[in-house]
């Protein structure tokens, strides 16, 4: 691990202020995905900035009827927390469904959503990576590619966005909230928060250097059967090869989201519109641009079937 510097704040406006002013500093909260890349040396931060003591760790009700979640709240506690389990239970599952519980209680909300991805390509300085090192080429795309992803991806990176919780907050059409190292505040909606590979992998997300995520707001429960599916190589402790996030209402309709198929967790419009029509539809829209790899072509079947399996079992 490189040397680096290391202090306390006390706002999350001089958290940001610090990480603008100081070239290669990183936020340091729960530390479960940092700490093990510092170690390999992919992240190399000059400063760590901790935002333990910033007090982004309550769950508080909103004047809309949603739920403003701190960036700090921990994996299991936003899991077990009654408003979470009773009105957005797809939420608490996909919780649940990852990681250890050890890493749970470590975990928080913003470092989550943040977390990178886990092709051991970008985990090995000797193979060429463009998230790792940019131009340098993708290892995957010619070698091991089983757990990569079959839509969205492009010529520079295959990768897979490795989160639960994203994908379910996506199908509640979370809403991140940041401020800037100018004092300026926004609000994200997470459709906007991610961004494909395109040609620059390296690139994951909107947020601008020295940007730090001070919660994340939930719309008004919007009812319906809520199922999150995790299907993966061992029953525990295990990245999804395709998990299905839904929430389905009694008239038919609904909206539903994907991870493990894609560098960001994976929902359409025109999906969530042909629920209706049944679960051919909608996978037909899900992966209409799909372009797998022998490898990993098993994942379009195994979409498929999931998503059969996660539609039948709402409406019924």
């Known amino acids: 691990m490189k040397a680096f510097t290391y202090e306390r704040v006390k706002t999350p406006a001089e958290a940001a202020a610090?990480?603008?002013?100081?070239?290669?500093?990183?936020?340091?909260?729960?530390?479960?995905?940092l700490l093990d890349l510092m170690k390999l040396e992919i992240e190399t931060p000059a400063?760590?900035?901790?935002?333990?003591?910033?007090?982004?760790?309550r769950i508080e009700a909103t004047s809309e009827g949603g739920l403003r979640i701190g960036a700090l709240v921990r994996n299991t506690d936003l899991a077990a927390a009654p408003q979470i389990r009773r009105d957005y239970a797809v939420l608490s599952r996909a919780l649940l469904a990852g990681a250890?519980?050890?890493?749970?209680?470590?975990a928080t909300t913003a470092g989550n959503l943040l977390q990178r991805t886990r092709c051991p390509y970008f985990y090995d300085p000797n193979q060429p990576c463009n998230k790792r090192a940019p131009g340098s080429g993708c290892a995957a795309l010619?070698?091991?590619s089983r757990q990569h992803a079959v839509v969205g991806g492009s010529e520079a990176c295959i990768a897979t966005h490795p989160s639960d919780m994203a994908v379910a907050m996506r199908v509640l059409d979370a809403v991140v909230e940041t401020v800037s190292p100018n004092g300026a505040e926004r609000k994200i909606p997470l459709a906007d928060f991610y961004l494909t590979p395109g040609s620059t992998p390296h690139q994951e997300t909107v947020l601008q250097p020295g940007e730090l995520i001070v919660a994340v707001t939930l719309p008004a429960p919007v009812g319906g059967t809520?199922?999150?599916?995790?299907?993966?190589?061992?029953?525990?402790?295990?990245f999804a090869l395709?998990?299905?996030a839904a929430i389905v209402q009694p008239d038919g309709s609904g909206r539903v989201a994907l991870g493990g198929v894609a560098p960001k967790p994976?929902?359409?419009?025109?999906?969530?519109a042909a629920i209706p029509q049944g679960p051919q539809a909608v996978y037909d829209r899900l992966f209409a641009s799909a372009h797998p790899t022998s490898e990993n072509a098993f994942k379009l079947i195994l979409a498929k079937r999931t998503l059969a399996s996660v539609l039948t079992e709402a409406r019924a």
Do not use: C, M, P
């Open 18 to 33: 610090i990480a603008g002013r100081i070239a290669g500093a990183k936020f340091i909260a729960g530390g479960t995905n």
């Open 47 to 57: 400063h760590l900035i901790d935002v333990n003591g910033l007090g982004l760790d």
């Open 100 to 106: 250890s519980g050890q890493l749970r209680n470590q």
């Open 266 to 272: 994976w929902r359409l419009d025109e999906a969530d």
């Open 242 to 244: 395709v998990s299905v």
């Open 226 to 238: 809520h199922i999150y599916r995790k299907v993966r190589d061992r029953a525990s402790y295990a």
């Open 142 to 144: 010619g070698g091991f």
